[in-house]
Protein backbone atom coordinates (compact mmCIF):
# COMPACT_ATOMS: atom_id res chain seq x y z
CA UNK A 1 0.00 0.00 0.00
CA UNK A 2 0.89 3.38 -0.54
CA UNK A 3 0.53 6.31 2.16
CA UNK A 4 -1.43 9.00 1.44
CA UNK A 5 0.44 11.43 3.28
CA UNK A 6 4.56 11.88 3.57
CA UNK A 7 5.98 9.32 4.85
CA UNK A 8 8.71 9.14 7.44
CA UNK A 9 9.57 5.90 7.08
CA UNK A 10 8.45 5.18 11.09
CA UNK A 11 6.10 2.26 11.76
CA UNK A 12 5.03 3.85 14.88
CA UNK A 13 3.98 7.45 14.11
CA UNK A 14 3.00 9.69 16.62
CA UNK A 15 -0.87 11.23 17.09
CA UNK A 16 0.93 14.52 15.57
CA UNK A 17 2.42 12.68 12.47
CA UNK A 18 -1.57 11.13 11.44
CA UNK A 19 -3.22 14.03 12.05
CA UNK A 20 -1.30 15.84 9.55
CA UNK A 21 -1.35 13.16 7.54
CA UNK A 22 -5.29 13.94 7.74
CA UNK A 23 -4.28 17.62 6.87
CA UNK A 24 -2.06 16.88 4.26
CA UNK A 25 -4.03 15.09 1.42
CA UNK A 26 -7.25 14.55 0.02
CA UNK A 27 -9.40 12.48 2.57
CA UNK A 28 -12.20 10.01 1.13
CA UNK A 29 -15.32 10.28 2.48
CA UNK A 30 -14.88 6.62 3.87
CA UNK A 31 -12.40 5.52 5.89
CA UNK A 32 -11.28 2.58 7.67
CA UNK A 33 -8.74 1.93 10.50
CA UNK A 34 -7.52 -1.67 11.24
CA UNK A 35 -5.90 -2.10 14.26
CA UNK A 36 -4.26 -4.95 16.79
CA UNK A 37 -3.76 -2.73 19.92
CA UNK A 38 -6.15 -0.09 22.06
CA UNK A 39 -3.61 2.16 22.10
CA UNK A 40 -3.25 2.35 18.44
CA UNK A 41 -6.59 2.66 17.62
CA UNK A 42 -6.73 5.17 20.51
CA UNK A 43 -4.17 7.15 19.14
CA UNK A 44 -5.83 7.06 15.46
CA UNK A 45 -9.46 8.23 16.74
CA UNK A 46 -7.84 11.38 18.54
CA UNK A 47 -6.00 12.02 15.65
CA UNK A 48 -8.86 11.84 13.51
CA UNK A 49 -11.49 13.62 15.78
CA UNK A 50 -9.59 15.99 16.82
CA UNK A 51 -8.66 17.22 13.05
CA UNK A 52 -12.58 16.85 12.49
CA UNK A 53 -13.02 19.24 15.19
CA UNK A 54 -10.40 21.58 14.24
CA UNK A 55 -11.84 21.90 10.42
CA UNK A 56 -15.70 23.09 11.88
CA UNK A 57 -16.91 19.68 11.58
CA UNK A 58 -19.59 18.06 13.86
CA UNK A 59 -18.16 15.10 15.57
CA UNK A 60 -19.80 11.74 16.45
CA UNK A 61 -18.26 8.60 18.29
CA UNK A 62 -20.02 5.26 18.39
CA UNK A 63 -19.27 3.98 21.47
CA UNK A 64 -18.58 -0.07 21.92
CA UNK A 65 -15.70 -1.88 23.11
CA UNK A 66 -14.33 1.30 24.71
CA UNK A 67 -16.36 3.25 27.24
CA UNK A 68 -16.79 6.61 26.62
CA UNK A 69 -14.13 7.89 29.41
CA UNK A 70 -11.28 6.36 27.42
CA UNK A 71 -12.62 8.00 24.15
CA UNK A 72 -12.56 11.30 26.29
CA UNK A 73 -9.42 10.79 27.69
CA UNK A 74 -7.51 10.23 24.38
CA UNK A 75 -9.17 13.43 23.62
CA UNK A 76 -7.83 15.43 26.21
CA UNK A 77 -4.17 13.82 25.20
CA UNK A 78 -4.33 15.05 22.10
CA UNK A 79 -5.29 18.86 23.25
CA UNK A 80 -9.32 18.79 23.05
CA UNK A 81 -11.19 20.60 25.55
CA UNK A 82 -14.07 17.64 25.65
CA UNK A 83 -16.48 19.30 28.10
CA UNK A 84 -16.34 22.60 26.02
CA UNK A 85 -16.76 20.83 23.08
CA UNK A 86 -19.86 18.60 24.21
CA UNK A 87 -21.35 21.20 25.76
CA UNK A 88 -21.42 23.63 22.27
CA UNK A 89 -22.83 20.30 20.71
CA UNK A 90 -20.11 20.16 18.58
CA UNK A 91 -18.80 16.54 20.06
CA UNK A 92 -21.20 14.26 21.15
CA UNK A 93 -20.67 10.00 21.85
CA UNK A 94 -23.91 7.50 20.96
CA UNK A 95 -23.71 3.57 21.72
CA UNK A 96 -23.22 1.77 18.34
CA UNK A 97 -25.42 -0.87 19.29
CA UNK A 98 -28.26 1.83 20.00
CA UNK A 99 -27.98 3.14 16.87
CA UNK A 100 -27.39 0.00 14.13
CA UNK A 101 -29.56 -3.27 16.09
CA UNK A 102 -31.90 -1.04 18.72
CA UNK A 103 -34.73 -1.45 16.07
CA UNK A 104 -33.00 -4.50 14.12
CA UNK A 105 -30.23 -3.61 11.62
CA UNK A 106 -31.76 -1.74 8.46
CA UNK A 107 -28.91 -0.92 6.18
CA UNK A 108 -30.82 1.73 3.93
CA UNK A 109 -32.43 3.14 7.29
CA UNK A 110 -28.99 3.87 8.80
CA UNK A 111 -27.78 5.34 5.23
CA UNK A 112 -30.69 7.73 5.48
CA UNK A 113 -30.14 8.31 8.94
CA UNK A 114 -26.20 9.95 8.45
CA UNK A 115 -27.44 11.74 5.84
CA UNK A 116 -29.96 13.37 7.84
CA UNK A 117 -27.57 14.07 10.61
CA UNK A 118 -24.86 15.91 7.94
CA UNK A 119 -27.43 17.81 6.73
CA UNK A 120 -28.60 19.21 10.04
CA UNK A 121 -24.83 19.69 10.87
CA UNK A 122 -24.27 21.88 7.95
CA UNK A 123 -28.08 23.52 8.41
CA UNK A 124 -26.28 24.36 11.63
CA UNK A 125 -23.59 25.89 10.71
CA UNK A 126 -20.74 23.12 10.55
CA UNK A 127 -18.50 21.96 7.53
CA UNK A 128 -20.39 18.90 8.31
CA UNK A 129 -20.44 15.34 10.36
CA UNK A 130 -17.35 13.35 11.21
CA UNK A 131 -18.07 9.88 12.93
CA UNK A 132 -16.07 7.33 14.04
CA UNK A 133 -17.34 3.93 14.71
CA UNK A 134 -16.48 0.90 16.71
CA UNK A 135 -17.39 -2.03 14.71
CA UNK A 136 -17.68 -4.81 17.16
CA UNK A 137 -21.64 -4.33 17.56
CA UNK A 138 -21.40 -6.37 14.51
CA UNK A 139 -21.02 -9.34 16.93
CA UNK A 140 -24.15 -8.56 18.57
CA UNK A 141 -27.69 -9.51 17.95
CA UNK A 142 -28.32 -12.04 14.84
CA UNK A 143 -26.31 -9.19 12.00
CA UNK A 144 -24.45 -11.15 9.58
CA UNK A 145 -21.35 -9.86 8.64
CA UNK A 146 -22.01 -9.90 4.86
CA UNK A 147 -25.02 -7.31 6.33
CA UNK A 148 -22.72 -5.17 7.26
CA UNK A 149 -19.81 -4.95 4.79
CA UNK A 150 -23.65 -4.42 2.59
CA UNK A 151 -24.31 -1.79 4.82
CA UNK A 152 -20.85 -0.06 4.00
CA UNK A 153 -20.71 -0.75 0.23
CA UNK A 154 -24.61 1.10 0.37
CA UNK A 155 -22.90 4.40 2.00
CA UNK A 156 -20.16 4.13 -0.47
CA UNK A 157 -23.31 4.48 -3.34
CA UNK A 158 -24.68 6.68 -1.97
CA UNK A 159 -25.06 10.56 -2.69
CA UNK A 160 -21.42 11.82 -2.65
CA UNK A 161 -21.71 14.80 -2.06
CA UNK A 162 -24.11 14.80 1.33
CA UNK A 163 -21.24 16.27 3.99
CA UNK A 164 -20.37 13.11 6.11
CA UNK A 165 -16.56 11.63 6.45
CA UNK A 166 -16.58 8.35 8.33
CA UNK A 167 -14.30 6.16 9.82
CA UNK A 168 -15.11 2.37 10.34
CA UNK A 169 -12.98 0.53 13.42
CA UNK A 170 -11.70 -2.97 12.56
CA UNK A 171 -10.52 -5.07 15.69
CA UNK A 172 -8.04 -7.42 13.99
CA UNK A 173 -8.11 -9.57 17.31
CA UNK A 174 -11.60 -10.04 16.67
CA UNK A 175 -12.46 -9.89 12.92
CA UNK A 176 -11.26 -12.82 10.90
CA UNK A 177 -9.15 -12.79 7.71
CA UNK A 178 -11.98 -13.15 5.61
CA UNK A 179 -13.95 -10.39 7.46
CA UNK A 180 -11.34 -8.19 7.17
CA UNK A 181 -10.76 -8.94 3.55
CA UNK A 182 -14.41 -8.03 2.73
CA UNK A 183 -13.18 -4.81 4.61
CA UNK A 184 -10.53 -3.92 2.83
CA UNK A 185 -12.01 -4.15 -0.40
CA UNK A 186 -14.81 -1.42 0.76
CA UNK A 187 -13.14 0.96 1.88
CA UNK A 188 -10.90 3.40 -0.66
CA UNK A 189 -8.27 4.65 2.13
CA UNK A 190 -7.11 2.91 5.29
CA UNK A 191 -5.21 3.91 8.53
CA UNK A 192 -2.82 1.08 9.76
CA UNK A 193 -0.12 1.59 12.34
CA UNK A 194 -0.81 4.63 12.65
CA UNK A 195 -0.15 5.78 8.69
CA UNK A 196 -2.83 6.37 6.21
CA UNK A 197 -2.48 4.60 2.89
CA UNK A 198 -4.16 4.69 -0.02
CA UNK A 199 -6.25 1.05 -0.70
CA UNK A 200 -5.00 -0.77 -4.01
CA UNK A 201 -7.42 -3.62 -3.06
CA UNK A 202 -10.77 -1.14 -2.65
CA UNK A 203 -13.20 -1.56 -5.80
CA UNK A 204 -16.26 0.47 -6.17
CA UNK A 205 -20.02 -0.34 -4.64
CA UNK A 206 -21.15 -2.05 -8.50
CA UNK A 207 -17.77 -4.00 -8.71
CA UNK A 208 -17.93 -5.24 -5.11
CA UNK A 209 -21.75 -6.05 -5.95
CA UNK A 210 -21.56 -8.01 -9.32
CA UNK A 211 -18.39 -9.57 -7.86
CA UNK A 212 -20.81 -10.90 -4.58
CA UNK A 213 -23.86 -11.71 -7.17
CA UNK A 214 -25.98 -9.37 -5.56
CA UNK A 215 -27.82 -6.53 -6.99
CA UNK A 216 -26.01 -2.93 -7.85
CA UNK A 217 -26.68 -0.26 -5.45
CA UNK A 218 -28.41 2.78 -6.88
CA UNK A 219 -27.66 6.31 -6.49
CA UNK A 220 -29.55 9.15 -4.70
Known amino acids: MTTAGESTGSTARPRAD ?14 ALFYEST ?8 AF ?16 ANPQSRIENALRAEGVDVAAKRGAGDLAS ?19 ELRSGA ?11 WVAGENTWAFDGETS ?10 FDAACPDFAVTALCQYDLRRFDEAAAAKALRTHQQIVY ?4 CENPFHV ?17
Open 18 to 31: LRAEFADCDLDRHL
Open 49 to 64: LSYGLETGHRCVYLVD
Open 94 to 112: RGASEVYLDEGFERDGTVA
Open 145 to 154: FDEVVDFEVA
Open 119 to 129: ERSAAEGYEGL
Open 193 to 196: DRTL
Open 39 to 46: ATQLDTVA
Open 204 to 220: SPEEYRSEEGGPTPGSC
